[in-house]
């Protein structure tokens, strides 16, 4: 049977599951994920999988309007949709279910559309498999979730799901709510049913405050079956470190690699030039300036490839804070303070090179590298045969745009 919509909650307040006490955006589709907000990082996650964005559904309960005029401004030009209630409600349960009612009123889906639901802040890398396994299963009722296994009693222990199977039977084990309540902890994953069937279960539901409450539902009536896959957890501190680490840009290198024990990087890269400069630069620093860089475990070469293994940094960029958090005249003031602070001592040492070395480095640092950037952007236009939508106006070629 075919998923006919892919409806994602995105209301509610991320702050009682993730701790951003100074974070502006209530909703969890604004939260900074390295240089994107989530809510691209999903939307580009659903394109790799060939997912058509018209059949993708985003429901909210009420929006502030900055908010919602925000993520208008985000999603203009793709085909996804975003339904946003008027009021707020009780909890995300609530809100799928008069989402759910808005679309059947609008002619949007019918009661029996088989539907993929999940929170925004749950996303699946192998998401083209997961669907063609579904939708040649025959079966309606799955709950989607990690590969790792949820170990009952251990906060430390818990990454993925309150579901899980029982030891021997393969019978489902739902863990008990109310414990998880302590950790603010809630369902990650995603689950398919027909809307009938969500209509249904909403019904006897006991409480509105966590999607696992259909699973139980549809658990209950025995019809569910559990699908075990790579699922990225964007909605609590526990995971999100790892979350964010797994879709890092690894730029020129051909691998990299964050331990998840302890804060080590490892870059490997065919290009051993880049790595040796690079180990060179950090290892050439004057001491004082040492501790304002990741420090530099390891450094090896093989026949292939370079190896550099450092302390990995998972603190926010300024960019992320200036945008996404709420920073006051105290805040600025201090960082600017640091920042001339670190100025001035880079400036307290002189280089032991000459004015026409200076020069050349300085070309190829702001000049060199800007064209280079400027050549490829011009050539990825070449490569967009439907053109490019910037700034709500469509562009045809390069052309019109330069």
């Given at each position: 049977m075919k998923i006919k919509k892919f409806l994602f909650t995105i209301g509610g307040d991320i702050r009682p599951k993730f701790n951003h006490?100074?974070?502006?955006?209530?909703?969890?589709?604004?939260?900074?994920?390295?240089?994107?907000?989530?809510?691209?990082?999903?939307?580009?996650?659903?394109?790799?999988?060939?997912?058509?964005?018209?059949?993708?559904?985003?429901?909210?309960?009420?929006?502030?309007?900055?908010?919602?005029?925000?993520?208008?401004?985000?999603?203009?030009?793709?085909?996804?949709?975003?339904?946003?209630?008027?009021?707020?409600?009780?909890?995300?349960?609530?809100?799928?279910?008069?989402?759910?009612?808005?679309?059947?009123?609008?002619?949007?889906?019918?009661?029996?559309?088989?539907?993929?639901?999940?929170?925004?802040?749950?996303?699946?890398?192998?998401?083209?498999?997961?669907?063609?396994?579904?939708?040649?299963?025959?079966?309606?009722?799955?709950?989607?979730?990690?590969?790792?296994?949820?170990?009952k009693g251990s906060i430390d222990d818990i990454t993925i799901s309150t579901i899980d199977v029982k030891h021997e039977?393969?019978?489902?084990?739902?863990?008990?709510?109310?414990?998880?309540?302590?950790s603010g902890y809630f369902f990650t994953g995603a689950f398919t049913a027909t809307v009938e069937q969500i209509l249904t279960v909403g019904k006897s539901i006991k409480r509105n405050d966590d999607l696992v409450e259909f699973v139980k539902g549809f658990h209950e009536r025995g019809s569910l079956k559990l699908y075990r896959t790579s699922v990225l957890d964007f909605g609590h501190e526990i995971n999100y470190p790892y979350s964010k680490i797994s879709i890092l840009n690894s730029r020129f290198f051909n691998s990299f690699d964050v331990n998840k024990l302890v804060p080590i990087l490892e870059k490997r890269s065919t290009n051993k030039q880049k790595l040796r400069d690079e180990f060179e630069y950090y290892n050439s620093l004057p001491n004082e300036l040492k501790v304002l860089f990741p420090a530099v475990l390891e450094y090896k070469e093989d026949n292939e490839y370079a190896y550099l293994k450092m302390e990995y940094y998972g603190y926010e960029t300024?960019?992320?804070?200036?945008?996404?958090?709420?920073?006051?005249?105290?805040?600025?003031?201090?960082?600017?303070?640091?920042?001339?602070?670190?100025?001035?001592?880079?400036?307290?040492?002189?280089?032991?090179?000459?004015?026409?070395?200076?020069?050349?480095?300085?070309?190829?640092?702001?000049?060199?590298?800007?064209?280079?950037?400027?050549?490829?952007?011009?050539?990825?236009?070449?490569?967009?045969?439907?053109?490019?939508l910037v700034d709500k106006r469509f562009y045809k070629n390069k052309r019109q745009l330069l």
């Open positions: 006490r100074s974070y502006i955006f209530k909703s969890p589709v604004f939260m900074p994920v390295g240089s994107k907000i989530l809510i691209n990082i999903v939307l580009d996650f659903l394109s790799r999988a060939e997912i058509d964005l018209s059949n993708v559904l985003l429901i909210s309960d009420f929006m502030e309007p900055i908010e919602k005029q925000l993520l208008s401004k985000i999603i203009y030009g793709k085909s996804c949709k975003h339904i946003s209630l008027e009021k707020p409600t009780q909890g995300v349960n609530q809100t799928l279910l008069l989402g759910l009612d808005f679309l059947l009123n609008e002619g949007v889906i019918m009661e029996s559309d088989l539907v993929f639901v999940s929170p925004i802040t749950s996303i699946f890398p192998d998401m083209k498999e997961l669907i063609e396994f579904i939708e040649n299963s025959n079966h309606e009722n799955y709950a989607i979730i990690g590969n790792e296994r949820f170990k039977d393969g019978s489902l084990e739902i863990y008990n709510k109310d414990s998880m309540e302590k300024l960019a992320n804070l200036y945008l996404f958090y709420e920073i006051n005249e105290g805040h600025l003031y201090r960082i600017y303070e640091k920042l001339m602070n670190i100025i001035f001592l880079f400036k307290s040492y002189k280089p032991d090179w000459d004015l026409p070395t200076f020069l050349e480095c300085f070309k190829k640092i702001y000049v060199q590298k800007t064209e280079d950037r400027l050549s490829k952007f011009i050539q990825d236009l070449d490569n967009h045969t439907r053109g490019l």
